[in-house]
């Protein structure tokens, strides 16, 4: 398919119409103007005209001699010979007198005769037999003397073509510097508009070929400095996706690692070494078990992230009790944290009202939030977890006095694959799972930290199930 480029179709579309519309206009100022000078010409003529119908007229009632010699001794003294010819027809229609002395042919045409036999006054732009161009106009007068019937004046319309082909070229002088003009400045404009679009182009395929590092030079405050800027704002979000990608595969490889390690050198251990004691045998098996449960719940997770991303993550709800997931899940951690020598404090309350929703979801979410509030605190440290009503709604909160999240992270710890902490284990997607379980129960998930070191708070809301 032919390349058409922005600047050629500006040219044909836009400066076509633009030279269209000039030549409309051209032709009607050209137009305008000739039709001035033969107009003005032919006013002239009759204004000649008349003055001499006017003279004539007052010997309109003259003998015939006397009226021939006024006529003649007017023609013989008219004082502009070298422009006009003034002639006297005869009332058959035939010149017999001219004011240069000089009878014109005898098939010379006179249309304006003719007309002016039938209308009171004729005129007629025409070529005589010699090719010549001319203006004729004649008007008819009234005597007692039949001999003569009207007047004519002729002159040629050479000067004044000449005057109108000079309008004319000043005209096409000024259309031409005008298309040069228009030409010159869309070109520009075109340019302004191709060249970042050139160079977005370049860097569009250098991202598609996985380099973020480039950027787009803008220095522009219209609509194409905005695309520029967009796309270099993309280019950072890119950027930072794919650091963040690639250090989400660093950290499940390492992840999958660890407890694939475990589990390999405790298998090797159990079966190279048939005398081992019970109790050692108890302690390795608990390790396998405990690690091939770690490498499950990552799995889920991961499993859970690409039914998201892919739409088919779906909920079973139906009416449950949230007390129950909750306790389930302090009570896995319990044991975990104490052995870090870590405490958690469940303040549960009696009753809370039942919540619509997929419990093992929720227990999920319950696990993940605690597991990481374990994972983020320190010897020493304290998990606190409640449990309330707030209006129509359940509210969980977790509380850790661990390491806390930096303010300028607060607002991506929820992103998918982020990590504030690269040194802690973890996908980086657990957040981003549990906020959407959370989200498609029509409840909210937020975190807080006061700053690093100042510990974290989780809470959760979910919409509290009415009864009918």
Known sequence: MAKKSITKRWIINNLGIVVMALLIISMAIVYAIQNYF?????????????????????????????????????????????????????????????????????????????????????????????????????????????????????????????????????????????????????????????????????????????????????????????LCTAINHMADELSTAEAMKNEFISSVSHELRTPLTAIKGWAETLMLDGGTSSDTMKKGVGVIVNETERLQQMVEELLDFSRMQNGHFTLQSATMDILAELGDAVLIYSEKARKETKEIIYDEPEMLPFVFGDKNRIRQVFINVIDNAVKYSSAGDRVTIKAY????????????????????????????????????????????????????????????????????????????????
């Open 38 to 226: 033969y107009v003005s010409a032919r006013q002239y003529l009759i204004s000649k005209l008349n003055a001499v119908t006017s003279v004539l007229s007052i010997h309109s009632q003259d003998s015939s001699a006397n009226f021939s010699a006024e006529m003649r001794t007017m023609l013989e003294t008219f004082n502009e010979k070298d422009k006009i010819e003034l002639m006297a027809i005869n009332s058959k229609g035939r010149v017999v007198l001219t004011s240069s002395g000089f009878s014109p042919d005898a098939d010379d045409i006179m249309p304006d005769y003719v007309q002016a036999m039938e209308s009171g006054e004729g005129s007629k732009v025409y070529r005589l037999q010699g090719g010549e161009k001319v203006l004729a106009v004649s008007v008819p007068i009234s005597s007692i003397n039949s001999e003569y019937s009207s007047v004519r004046m002729v002159t040629s319309m050479t000067e004044i073509d000449n005057t109108i082909k000079t309008y004319i070229l000043a005209v096409a002088v000024v259309f031409m510097t005008i298309i040069l003009v228009i030409i010159t400045i869309g070109l520009y404009f075109a340019g302004s508009i191709v060249k970042p679009i050139r160079q977005i182009s370049g860097i569009a395929r250098k991202f598609a070929m996985g380099d973020f590092s480039v950027r787009i030079e803008n220095d522009s405050d219209d609509e194409i400095g905005e």
């Open 389 to 468: 009503e707030s209006g129509d709604n359940v509210v969980v909160s977790v509380r850790d006095t661990g390491v806390g999240i930096k303010q300028s992270d607060l607002a991506k710890v929820k992103t998918k694959f982020y990590k504030a902490n690269h040194t802690r284990r973890g996908s980086g997607i657990g957040l981003a799972v549990a906020d959407e379980i959370i989200s498609m129960h029509g409840g909210t998930l937020s975190i807080d930290s006061e700053g690093e070191g100042l510990g974290t708070t989780v809470t959760i809301t979910l919409p509290a199930k009415k009864d009918k």
